[in-house]
Structures are given as structure tokens and as C-alpha cells.
């Protein structure tokens, strides 16, 4: 119920119990055909297994269940693998592998189909903002320091902000996604049940699944796990800074966009819920816990650990997840934002020129000096009287413009 | 699949959609009840929603889907709600009521009913921690600290220490679930649309559904959720500790305890996996990011938030799974332990007596004082002749029996 | 810099390497102290030791030092006080007990004396905002739920709901202090070096101490640790809320309240920047993170952890000046706080009487039934022709005022 | 007194109140300079402004008192400047520049430093893993996974995944060192105030400090200091895991390896505590929250953040000077560390040759079939007969050798 409402509905399938379980399977499946390949086992028992693999004919809740004695569900799975595959050919499911070996590789696929979701969706919500960079390059409004206004800006700068956030994050999440490594070491990482051949079935393995193979075995060594997740979290905090900003730039008083019709209260139709932009903030809060857990686990005892490894699992999962929730639902506020630029100008003027005092200040401190023009400025503005000049907000965006221009074409460069 | 293996069954319905939904409309037939009951609305109305509650005919995807626009799963309960009623009475549905009153509300009998789960099983993991508490009492081992053996302790202690930790941990968690508080106060904590029953259907409603009323509403005061989660962790992190203290006992070179049989490699036989003891760690681990969720939740914005009162729906969810995995998988580590006073013996002599320097430093001390004791101790172990004493670690166990029988006691008092 | 910032100067001073050393010394003076009332060491040696104590002729940086070695900062204190004592009272320092006795007491010394100041400065702000609730009982203002504007409350009523989530923390914050005990075990636990007179030296040192006596040593049972630390993030949480509260109502386009001067930028006059408010915030986020720690460190080793005790030690300073950064904050930002009534009455009439429209729902659902009713209000908004009922906020307010002195009546009974 | 304990001295300066003062300092020079070469500011006023900033008579306490007010130090520093550098040139301290782009670019600079030490050090590190890595490449020892003995492996495979996780995090860390941009916006992020000059000020800026020029200003977009965050904890934790590894390894039940002496006890003078270990698990859990709070930071508000930004400036304190910490601490365990290969052999044979079943079921399996083949090993052991064959763990290392010489290359094609 909850996760309906937080994660796209193919989000939740790549990262189910379903998907774990074509993950594990496909591990299972490379390993034989890997093996097979080396020389190590009989070509015939690899396609049984293949064949066996793809059947798919297995539950995950019920390996989940026979999977609290051993404390992971890859042992039932094997087992099962081995009833269905029979014959000789049973005998060389899972050659020379460990459980770890199997869950890790399976963690990694699942991880890539999801990253891969998220950079999609990503693309996605950076064009949006460039549109939005484009469009209002040069609409002035606010800026807005411990909310407080203080000088102008205009909207595409704003934009162009979200967007740098936003391409910043995605180059972190496909620098980690390139790195998502194959596991294969066998009970402790020596490869020895596979004699001479390990290291030749290790780089086959990886071939086969299209992951990256690494140095060694990483049981133990969740560096590129960790920093896996501190993408994701990272990913989703940048979408989660478009929705607060969102958000505040929706509120009753502010009014200057609205999300598109959605979130609207039977009892109080004036309101337009910012419901994309809050599920944005809420995923990314629970994507940074994930997160955490996953930076907590990095010291694992000797070969294999005692509890972190596990806490892993789950914490992946909601990492990705979440971090796709957050991006969609940012995707979902950004499409269709209605965006007020009148009201952006009416607010800049709410405070009777007040947001000009800066430039006041250096349009007088040119006679004056720097001090006696602030003062006089601050008096202006205490007295009520406004400031003397007319200064119009659009004539104090500085570099604004160029800013945007430069966020749009690292946007094209990167995504287009 | 994976909350198959670190979450007992009963749980994993006791947080699932479903117990949600039934928590909501509990909510929603308690608040047809109270407003009936209270004139608000007409009595044939609240039996018609209290009918159509019970009927639950809801289906918690469905609604998760629906509660994508408004960014939560009442709305779309409220008019499916409404449509199983039909006639005047449907205008009564979730009368006066907003979202989060009936959402916070179901919260608090979905912890209710966990925590109940999570009391009873730590009374149990206790009753066997008291056990090994009794009956080794005066069972001597090694104590250590850094992982150095230190002095003699006992095995006793050592599971009273267990004790006393889930009992401390215990109470707190008894006290924030005594504290769970209903949640009604309409769209802002005014109750404006009771007119002036709004306190006294408030009152009605918590005792319709046993739940504490609360001085206030308390949209945006989150203490209560904090203190819960905390709890939670807390004794997810007491469970943990006893999954620790067993795997470190249960290494091989170790060998003091062994978990029953159950997780057991087939090509490593001789292995027994400390499969309890891991996934109490692993879900430790977990409930304390769930926490920190609540934790980090509780600045809300005004009357309602922008995220952060979604971020805790699955984090509470998460917090009650896996604090009741931990409880759980702790239990069945220590349900059947196997104890190895011999090897508990026989470790304290691994060192050639040195465990008992302390002892022979305060028995030379009497004579040479401090300082000299210690050196002379120190010389002896340094050049391996042992110390000249012949200590038994069973006589230097100072008040390890007197708190054993405090521990006990305390137990006894609560929990029997 | 940045702790003068966050940190009032009194509180920087209770958890400074002086303050532990202070405490430091005098859990070893009560140890003392408590061993000669129960005839284990000789008066005399416990006089020259407690002057010792008193002399405080110790160097906190040097102690840390030579603490690196050892891994705390007990061991070198001990030598040197061993050298301050001089003769056969020498031998009496630190009579069996480890560092770990003296650094978790000094802990606890240092809490009960931070928190006291907490719990003062809580009380303080509690009265702030309890004259707020008093003084604004009746006055209108918008709620905003997802920051959008929904139905009438009062500024009491939100004051009030701050001042209850101040109380409740506070509460939780008073009863973790209660619990505070004292410790000593020995090496580990046993108390062995003390005889037969462990337990009632312990219930000396403890009484010494005025620190709460615990049921057993609790070196590696770290629950009353996590709850202090839960509970101080709860309160920093709770004064975050109100901080977070204040920066949104303070914003230029809301204008409903303002700090007193303070925060003025000098090219930025017309700023009134919610200082305060902004370092509550800042200061409940670092206390999360360091309660993180504490919860974290939960499972650790045997009778003395690798690495997890010491990850407490600056947590727990940190968890208590963050606390009580936040709490001065939030109390810096209410004392002196503009109200702007007029502002707030405004507001309310931004959307022309949209705020009024659940209001006019119910009035008109008298009539039309309530779907109707809710469609003809949605209508008149859409259409910008305004409700045709003509409805004061001041009249659909519900219980605002109830709450609000059930609130100040907790206040009242539980501070004043 | 802790931090002595944790942290390194020339760490502990680096992120110290005067070296954010000096890197403060920095940024304002670094800014006049940028200035005066784009004809904005007179050169004279910068070189007075230059020579004001390099006389550094600044109170950084002082600067903090009076920094609570405005809520950051900048504001009082540049009154202070502005008072050390007199006549006309004080108008150009800080011209056209806000407090955020200061303070950001000092933490970028004290964030470069302490990175440059951190990196220096985990070279250190690396090359002590190296030497264990290649002196014991063929050492074996007992592989363990969830604490339990499961097959033989070696000491330098071991060491040698050590390396490779530290080389994994280091990665990562000077990557995020190299993006450490300057910070330059103005009070938006327009750069209004210099005119036409802002984009070329802001790359004389970033040319003058030696930083990163960032594509926009990027005062609440802080993706680049959440992946510092990041790859710190992400450090530490590499750190952890080997701390943890060697505590586990230094038992006195397993005595593979010993830190060189430091932490011994008086009392109990057979313990050789692993002092470097402990604090590097201390460290690392430490350096984990500040990263989460960075992390936790991402979501800012508009163009300057309500206490997020606040609350980095702690956070990357303690993040830098605890990884350091960590990583200074573990190099402290590995440097003189006593390596028991005898030990490793002795504990190797401790199940009689349980250890080689794997490696047993292979062998018989040939003959057997697997299944046949784990049976009988498997009875074999239960019955206590041991087993037929009689293998040498040192026959059954697979790859081990293999992966050691890749580690091994890695390490000297990067880090010599």
C-alpha cells in the first residue's frame, strides 16, 4: 500500500522477490555456463542447469521460509535447483560456489536493472528542468536566503541549480553502476574448488553477466556496495531539494508554481497539494537511512559477516527503491508545474523595493562609500519610505543567464 | 523472500497492507462509533459504517495506486468507503476527520499489536536468558575485554548481564507502547467540524479503540513516534548484543557455546553456523536506520508535513518487523543452546594461569604492595615459568553470584 | 568558532575535557571514599587520595595523549594520580576498579550535570511558549497542511502544540536522568578485587555519587546510554520543530512573525533572518546523528567492546551541547518573537475566503447533502466567485481553545 | 582529550577553529586578488586587504561569540577585517561576496588539506597491507565465515583484501577531492553584484585557491559535499573492517596476531590489547553519522538552507578528522604487528582437519558423486573418525597466490 504510493510500479518489480530470484537464478545459470566453458564441468550438465534455471518454477516466500535455518535464501534455492535439474548433471549446480557468491552477483544485476530505471528517469527529470532553465531564463523572482527574500534571481537559474544537482548526482550513480562487480570465491574467496581454473571462471563469469570483474573475491570488502548506496542516497537528495524548493514555492502565500491537479481535498478544494514534491522529500529520507546501513556494514567480520552482510539485503532494495521514488515523484511535481511568473514579479515588489537594497546599496556606495550607503539605505527602508532609486529587478540578475546557459549545455552535452 | 527470513510470520501480517487496512478502518468505525455515540451524527449511519468496515472489502494495492495523486492511502479508502455504504449514511463516512487522524491512528494499532508480539517474545528470550542464568550461575569462563581474556567471570553473569539488558530495554518499550495515543483533531488539530463535541468525541474515540487520549492532536508532535522507534531499536540493539556475545562464544577456536542445529553447510559440515545470533545483528541493524527516520522526522512543518510524516510510515513498519526479527532470531539462538562448560574451563587455562594475574597481583600485594606485585606478576607471565600461585578461577569471582540472584529476582518480579 | 555558535558558553563548559576530568576525579574520589567506609582501604589512604582528587593538578590534552597508548584517557590519569598521592596511599588509587568504571561514572556525571541544564533552559522555553498559547489563545490564523493554507487555527493552538512536544521530551529527557547509575564492575563485572565487599562498596560509590545503583555493572549493557541519547535527540527534535515553525511563518511573503533583531545582513537591511530558529534546526540534526552512535553501539563485545564504547564517548558530549544548542536556540528565537496578529488575520483573507470553504461545506452539507455542498464550494472557488456564505475564521475554530488550556494546564502542573 | 585520542595532532590543527580561520582568511584574499585582476576592486585595496588577511590577528573563539547573532562567523570576521585593513580599501573586503561563498570555500580548502593527509596515510597504510600481503602470500590460515572455521585460505589473501578495499576508498576519496569547487555567488548565486565581471571573477576565484571553478555557484546544491561525505565514512569503514579483522585475530583463543605493545593493562598484564583496532571501529562509526548528517543535509532550502548548511560545518569536521583518525589508528595496528604464522597453522589443524572438508568432498566426489561424497565426509566428522584423506590446507589455496600478485600490482601501479 505504502510502496504503491512511493515507488513505480517497475520499480517495484526489479527490486522484488520475484527479481532477486531471477537474479540468483541467472547467477546460478552464468556460473555453468562459465564452468562449463572452462573445461570444468560437462557442457551438457551446464544446459540442464541453464534449462533448469529458466524454468523459474520456484517460490520466493517459500524459499524465504527454508531459508531461516541456513539464514539466506540461496541454500533452499539450491537444493531445489538441484531436484529439478536431476540426473549427474544435479551434481554440478552451483560447482565450487557459495551462497555469498551467488546472493552478491544476484544483488549487483538487481542493482543494475534498477540504477539503469533511475538514470532513465533522471534524463527524464533533467530535461524537465532544462525546459523549465530555458523557458524562464530570464523570469525574475526571488531568491530566497533562510527564507528570507534578499536579491533577485530568476527562475532559470533556479532550474538551472536543480539540474546541475541533478546531472551532479547521475554522474556518481553510473560511475557506481559501471562498477557493479560479479562475486565469485567460493567458500572464502580462495576459488579452490575450482582448481587452476578459478581465475579463468572468474573473468567468464563476469563476461557472462556483463558485470565487471573484479581484482578479487569482495565478501568481505563492500566498498562498491557502499558507495552504491551513497549514490542512490545522494541521487535522491537532490531530487528531494527540487521538492522542497517545490514545495515552498507553492505554498499559499508564495504561490508561484503549482503542481499540476492531483492532490486536491474533498473538504478544501482551494488546496493543490504539492504531493510529488513531499513523496520526493519522503523518499529521500528513507533512501539516506538505507543508505546508512549500508556505510555501517562496511567493517564485515573476516570472510563472511556475522549480521551486516545481511542487513545489506533489505537495505539495498529500499535504497533503490526509494531513490527511484524520489526521482519519479519529482518527475511527476515537475510535469505539468504550472508556473506563475506574475506572481513571481508581484512578490519581488511585496516588500516595497526592499529586495533591491543590495543594489541600492552599490548603486550609492559609488558617491558615498560603502558604509554611509548602506546606512542610508537601511534608514529608507526603516522609515518606510522605499529607496529613493527605482531599480527595476530585472536590471540585477548579474550572471544569471550565462549560468543558465552553461547548466544547459552540460545538460545537452551529458544527456542529449 | 528476504522478510521470510528475519521477520516470524505473525509479524510480517502484523505490518503487512492488510493489518493497515484493517487498523484504518478500525479507525474510521471507531470514529462513526464515538460521533454517533456522541450525537454528532445519526446512530443508523455509524452502524452502516461500522458494517461496511467490518465487511473489508478493500484492497490494499488498489488503494496504494489510488493514493498516488493525493499522497496517501485514505482518500481513495474513504470513497471506496463510501461507496460500500451507499445512502445518507456515506456522508457520515470519516465525518469531520482528515487523513492523518485516521493514518496516525491505524499507526498506533498497527504498533500496538507489534509491540504486544515483540513484549511476549522478550519475556520468552528473557525466561531462557534467566535459565542459563540459573543454572550457570557458577559456571566459571573466561570474561573479556577488547576480546582479551581478562579475569574469570561466569557463564551465569554473563546471561544475566543479557538479562538485565532486554528487561531495561523491555520496560522502555512497555512504556512507550502504554503511551500510544489516538490521533483526531480534523484537518489542523481544531476538531472544528465537531463543532463543540470535537473533545468529547475525541475522548470516546481513543476509548472506543483503547488507545491513550491525548492532551492535544498531534499532527506535527512526533515525540511519541520517536520515543517508539527509539524503543524499538533500543531493543533491537539489546537483542543484538546477545547475538554477539553468542557468535564471538561460538567461533571455532572458541567453542563455548553452539547454536542447535540448523544452519549447517553441506560442503562445510563441520560448520555450525550462528544463524540466530547473525540475523539478530542484521536486524538490529536495520531498526536502528528505521529509527533514525523517526528520529530525523520530528521537525514537521506547521500542521502537516511535507515528507516527513511519509517518511515514517514504512520506517515505523520497519522498526516493528525488525525489532521483532531481532527478538525472534536471538530466541532461537538461545532455544536449544548448547553449552560447553568444559570448554569454557578449558579456555581459562589456555593462557598457562594468566588470566589470574589480577588475583596474584592482590594476593602478592598484601605482602610486597601494590607496584612490586604487579611486576613480579608481570615477569613471571613475560618469561612464561606462570605464576607461582596455584589460583582457581572459580575462587575469584567476587559478587558474580550476587548479581546473578539480582538479575533473577528482577526478572521474577516483572516478568512471572 | 562553530561550537561558540551552537553551543551556549555554560554548556561548552559541562562537557569539556574538563568536565570529564573533573568527573573523572571524582568517581575515583568516591571509589576511594566508598572503600574505606566499607574497611577495604585505609581512611587515610582515602583522604590523601580525595585531596589528590580535589587538587586537580591534571592536563586533559596531555592525558589524551598519553591516552592514545592504552586507548583512554583513565590509565594515564591513574599513574598520575598514583605520582600526585605518593606513598603507601599510592598503592590505594583506583582500587580495583578499571577504566571503564571511571569513564562510564564520569559520563554520567557529565550527563546529570548537562542535562540539569537542559532540563532548566526547556523549562524556560516551555514558559515561552506557554505565554505565547496564553497570550494568541484566540488568535486566528491559517493552519497549513503540506504548506498549503487549509482551515482557521490560532497561534495559541500551535504554540500550544510546541509547548506540549517540549513537555513530552522533556518528560522523556527528566526520567532518562532519574536512571542514571553509577559504575563499577572491576575488570569485568565481578567485582572481584573487592571480596566480599563488592556489592556494598558499589551501593556506596553509587550513593557517593548521587548516582542511581545499578542492578549489575553494566559495561557492555548500553541501554540506559541509548536512551539518553534517544532522549536527547527527541528534545532537540522537539525544539527543531519549533524552529522550523518559526523560519516558515518569519518567511518575507508570510511575515507572521519575525526574531528579535539580530540576524541583519548589512547589504541586506530588510532581512530579519530567523537566526534561532535556523541553529534549532542545525543543532537537531547533529544531535541525531550522534544518538545514531549511541544506538548503534548498542551490541558490543563480551565484557568490554572493540570500538563501540569509544564511539561513545564523543557522541554523548556531542548528543548533550547539541541539545542544548537547540534548546537555547529555539529559546534565543521565541524570546522577544513579533507576533503579528494583523498579519496573520491577513493571510487568512488571501485566497478570498478559501481558507473558509471546509466551513462553508459543512454548513451548506446542512442543506445539500455533503457532496453536493462539497461540489458547490468547489465550484464558487473555481469560478473566483467567492463563497456566498460570509464566514468569519474566527467562528470555525473548533476546540482551538480547549486545547489550548489543557496544554498550559500540563504546563502548569508540571514546571510552575 | 578524546580527540587526542582519536585523532592525529596535524589532523586535529588542520580542521581546527584556526585553520577554518585561515582558510576563511584564504578565500577572502584569494577574492580581492580575483577582483583587483578583473579591474573590479583597486589593486592597492586588495594588496592591503591581502596583507590584512595574512596578519591573521583574528580571535577564531571571539569570531564564534560573535558570530551567534548573524548565525555564522563570516559576518563578524568581515566587520574585523574591515577594521584591520582601514581607509578605502576596507569598503572592498568581501566585495559583492555573501557569508556562504566564505564559508564554503574555507571548508572546500580545510576539506583539501585534511584530504591530502588522509590520502598520504592511506598510502602508509596500503603499503603495510602490501608487505603483509606479499611476506605472507602463502601463509596459511583458516578462511572464516559467520566466525566459524570453513576452509583454509592465507594470511596474505587476507591482507591482501585489506589493500584492495583500501585502494577502493581511496579511489573514491581523491576523486572527490579533485572535484572540491570554489564557491562564489553572491548573495543568489547571481553574482549581481559584480556586474559583468562575475563569471571571470569566479574563475580568477577558483584559479587563485587551487580549486575546482564549479559549473554554477552551488550554495544549496550539495551533491559535491555529501560524495565527500561519503567517501570519507566510506574510508573509515575500509579502515574499520580491518581493525575489526585484526581485533578478531588478536583473541587470546586465536593469537594469530598481536599489535605491537601500547595497550597493556597493569592489573592484567598478559593482555595485549588491540588498541589501533578499537579505535579505528571507533573511528569509523564516528565518521559513518557525520556522513549521514551530509547526506541527510541535501535537501536546502531555496538559496540558502534554514540549518542544513548549519549543520555541515561540524559534520565535515568530524568526518575529516575521524577518517584521518581511523586511518591513523589502523596503521598504528599493522605497523609492528606480530604476525603467529604457527598460530594460523596450529588453529588450522584445531577440528582435526575439519577444515579440509570441503576440499575432502571434492576429492571423494570424483569417485562418489557429490552427494555420496558429502555424506560420508560429513559422517566421518560427526563419528569423530576424521578424515580418510589426508590433505594439507596448503594444497587447497586455489587462486589465493594469484589474487595476492594481482592486489600486489594494483597497489604499485597506483600508489608507487
Request: aromatic fraction near 4%; glycine fraction near 10%; hydrophobic fraction near 50%.
Amino acid at each position: 500500500m505504502f510502496d504503491e504510493i512511493f515507488v513505480p510500479a517497475e520499480t517495484r518489480d526489479a527490486v522484488s522477490d520475484r527479481a532477486w530470484l531471477d537474479a540468483m537464478l541467472a547467477a546460478e545459470r552464468a556460473l555453468a555456463v562459465a564452468e562449463a566453458r572452462a573445461g570444468l564441468i560437462p557442457e551438457q550438465a551446464a544446459e540442464a542447469i541453464a534449462a533448469a534455471c529458466r524454468a523459474g518454477e520456484f517460490d520466493p516466500a517459500e524459499l524465504g521460509e527454508d531459508g531461516r535455518g541456513p539464514g539466506n535464501p540461496v541454500e533452499p534455492l539450491v537444493r531445489a535447483l538441484r531436484a529439478a535439474v536431476q540426473g549427474d548433471a544435479a551434481d554440478y549446480v552451483h560447482w565450487g560456489a557459495t551462497s555469498q557468491d551467488i546472493l552478491d552477483t544476484a544483488a549487483m544485476l538487481v542493482a543494475r536493472d534498477v540504477t539503469e530505471l533511475i538514470l532513465g528517469r533522471l534524463a527524464r527529470v533533467a530535461g524537465e528542468c532544462a525546459a523549465l532553465a530555458e523557458s524562464h531564463r530570464d523570469t525574475p523572482m526571488a531568491a530566497r536566503t533562510l527564507l528570507q527574500q534578499a536579491v533577485p534571481t530568476t527562475f532559470g537559474l533556479k532550474a538551472a541549480g536543480w539540474l546541475v544537482g541533478l546531472l551532479d548526482a547521475r554522474r556518481g550513480l553510473a560511475r557506481a553502476r559501471e562498477a557493479l562487480p560479479a562475486q565469485l570465491g567460493s567458500a572464502a574467496g580462495t576459488l579452490a574448488p575450482l582448481g587452476d581454473a578459478g581465475v579463468e571462471v572468474s573473468r567468464l563469469f563476469a563476461a557472462e553477466l556483463g558485470l565487471a570483474e573484479p581484482l578479487l573475491p569482495w565478501h568481505t570488502n563492500r566498498v562498491r556496495i557502499a558507495e552504491l548506496g551513497s549514490a542512490l542516497a545522494i541521487t535522491a537528495g537532490a531530487a528531494g531539494k527540487i521538492g522542497l524548493d517545490l514545495a515552498l514555492l507553492a505554498q499559499t502565500e508564495v504561490g508561484e508554481v503549482a503542481e499540476a491537479p492531483g492532490g486536491i481535498s474533498s473538504t478544501m478544494p482551494q488546496k493543490r497539494n504539492p504531493v510529488g514534491s513531499t513523496l520526493a522529500v519522503a523518499c529521500a529520507r528513507q533512501a539516506a537511512a538505507q543508505a546508512s546501513v549500508l556505510i555501517a556494514a562496511l567493517p564485515q567480520e573476516h570472510e563472511r559477516a556475522v549480521g551486516s552482510w545481511h542487513s545489506e539485503w533489505p537495505a539495498l532494495s529500499g535504497a533503490l527503491a526509494y531513490t527511484d521514488g524520489a526521482a519519479d515523484a519529482v518527475g511527476r511535481a515537475l510535469d505539468g508545474l504550472q508556473v506563475n511568473a506574475e506572481r513571481m514579479r508581484a512578490n519581488l515588489e511585496l516588500s516595497g523595493g526592499a529586495v533591491m537594497a543590495e543594489q541600492a546599496s552599490f548603486v550609492l556606495a559609488q558617491e558615498l562609500g560603502r558604509q554611509e550607503a548602506q546606512e542610508r539605505v537601511a534608514q529608507s527602508l526603516a522609515t518606510g519610505e522605499g529607496l529613493a532609486t527605482d531599480l527595476d529587478p530585472g536590471s540585477y540578475l548579474g550572471s544569471a543567464g550565462t549560468f543558465v546557459d552553461r547548466a544547459l549545455e552540460a545538460y545537452r552535452s551529458e544527456l542529449r
